[in-house]
């Protein structure tokens, strides 16, 4: 029998029978004659009050049951006279499965640091914020599943070890049997020189020019040695690719994934956002009511600079026409500006890689930012240059060699199409949808420069 979730226990309707609750204690306090044990399994915020009397089979192996222990508790699930919770569970017997020595374990009842939780990134989930903060995680990767099935697009699995740099910004983790020192193509165990991917995108589009509409959903990588609290060397990444979108289809759908996945999270997991709400960052509740509602501003990159530059605030970095904007600058226009999600459209091409399609101007591609308050960049994509003339041309600028292109050149040349698609950085969504601060608190197990414990 694999027992009761407490989150179904809480929801229950009527008193039931007999109840077996497996969970970790969260609190024991004693009184004469009777214990009350905090018990959580994980399944929601809330713990499932248990109370032990003097006398039953339960009171006989209470002995060193203190915060962190494992234990199932059987007895009547009861409507709890208690304040605060409506059901009870008064054991008839208690089985312990692991003690956690008091003197010991890291997670005593107080308040932790950020940083110091970082140290335990093998305990910290079993915390209330931790907790809501995975559960938010997990539902916001069923939101996007839901969302893209739901408008036809595909699930395409692509590769992780790649021989092409996507963003063309050389951020790429070597891939190699080899031992440190040793090198040259022939002894690679590929033919030639591997990587960890930055992207999907190229291989995605090679899908979405056959099943139309595609995303991927995995593990992105990059050498990027800024410290930041937004990036991380191993993080997920979502890219949905469509062919005949063009650059407006592709906001629309940008704008629309970001709009569900905070309804479906304020919908399934009131009680975590209301303890981030409470805890972590007040007016999170609120904020993202106002962005389910779907008010989504957009912009182009050259009023956006014109906006940056008569406002008036005071930059660390200058705005001009062909600059890339700063964090600062993304949040400008988004928590001060617009206030709400903007999208940035049609960027200098000086700044974007090889793949964006160039608009009439000559100065300008189709590319296309979203900001969001609080985090800057949530979204980066573009319309894709169709035209091989016109790609073969800008890749020769940009120094890229062409012969590792080459089956994406042929997407090109036979049934070239219009399409489009973006990148969403997940964790930058769960930075969003749970108001903390730092991706090193949203990531399971961060890594991030200097960082591979666990
Ligand atoms: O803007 P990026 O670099 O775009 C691409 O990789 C395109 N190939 C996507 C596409 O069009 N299919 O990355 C996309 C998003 C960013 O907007 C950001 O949210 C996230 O990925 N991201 C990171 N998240 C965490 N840590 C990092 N080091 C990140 N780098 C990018
Ligand atoms: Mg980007």
């Known amino acids: 029998m694999q027992g009761s979730r407490v ?31 905090e018990v959580n ?39 709890s006279p208690g304040r605060g919770q409506k059901w009870e569970v008064h054991a008839a017997s208690l089985e ?46 069923w939101a996007v599943h839901d969302y893209f099935r739901a408008r036809g697009f595909y699930y395409v699995h692509t590769p992780l070890i790649t021989g092409s740099d996507c963003e063309g910004a050389g951020e790429m983790f070597r891939v190699t049997t080899q031992p440190r020192g040793a090198s040259g193509a022939e002894d690679e165990f590929f033919g030639r020189p591997a990587a960890l991917t930055v992207s999907g995108q ?9 099943l139309g509409r595609i995303y991927t959903f995995g593990p992105t990588f990059r050498a990027e040695h800024s410290n930041t609290p937004r990036h991380a060397a191993e993080f997920w990444m979502i890219e949905p690719e469509a062919a005949f979108n063009d650059i407006w289809d592709n906001m629309e759908l940008a704008e629309g994934l970001v709009a569900h996945a905070v309804r479906h999270v304020l919908t399934r997991c009131p009680d975590e956002l209301g303890l981030l709400d409470a ?32 406002s008036g605030s005071k930059f660390e970095y200058p705005v001009d026409f062909g600059c890339d904007l700063q964090t600062e600058h993304e949040r400008f226009l988004a928590e001060d500006h617009f206030k709400a999600p903007v999208t940035v459209y049609d960027y200098p091409r000086g700044i974007k890689p090889f793949y964006m399609r160039q608009n009439d101007d000559g100065e300008t591609v189709a590319a ?10 949530l979204i980066g994509g573009s319309q894709r240059e169709e035209r091989l003339d016109r790609l073969e041309r800008r890749m020769a600028e940009l120094g890229q060699d062409m012969k590792d292109y080459w089956w994406y050149a042929d997407l090109r040349r036979y049934g070239s199409v219009p399409h489009s698609g973006f990148g969403m950085g997940f964790e930058r969504l769960v930075m969003l949808l749970t108001g903390v601060s730092n991706i090193r608190d949203v990531l399971p197990f961060p890594r991030t420069p200097g960082n591979l414990e666990f």
């Not at 929801?11 to 009350?36: L, N």
């Not at 006989?60 to 494992?70: K, P, Q, R």
């Not at 950020?114 to 916001?140: C, M, Q, W």
């Not at 509740?285 to 008569?310: C, K, T």
Request: one cysteine or more; glycine letters at 8%.
């Open 368 to 377: 296309m930012d979203l900001l969001v308050p609080r985090i800057g960049e």
């Open 279 to 310: 805890y972590v960052s007040p007016g999170l509740v609120e904020s993202l009511q106002r962005m389910s509602e779907g008010a989504f501003a957009r912009v182009s990159y050259r009023d956006a600079v014109r906006l940056l530059q008569e």
């Open 41 to 79: 399994d994980g399944s929601c915020l809330n713990n499932i009050q248990c109370i032990v009397d003097e006398g039953t089979e339960a009171w006989d192996h209470l002995e060193g049951v203190n915060t962190g222990a494992s234990v199932c508790v059987r007895g009547a699930l009861v409507e």
């Open 7 to 37: 989150k179904d226990l809480l929801a229950a309707s009527h008193a039931q029978g007999s109840v077996e609750v497996r969970g970790w204690v969260r609190t024991r306090r004693d009184s004469r004659g009777f214990a009350f044990l």
């Open 202 to 210: 190229l291989e995605g589009e090679a899908f979405a020019c056959a």
């Open 96 to 141: 312990v499965f692991g003690l956690a020595d008091p003197s010991a374990y890291p997670l005593q009842k107080k308040r932790h640091s950020d940083e110091f939780l970082r140290t335990i990134a093998h305990l910290r989930p079993r915390t209330n914020k931790y907790g809501a903060v995975f559960r938010i995680r997990s539902e916001a990767a």
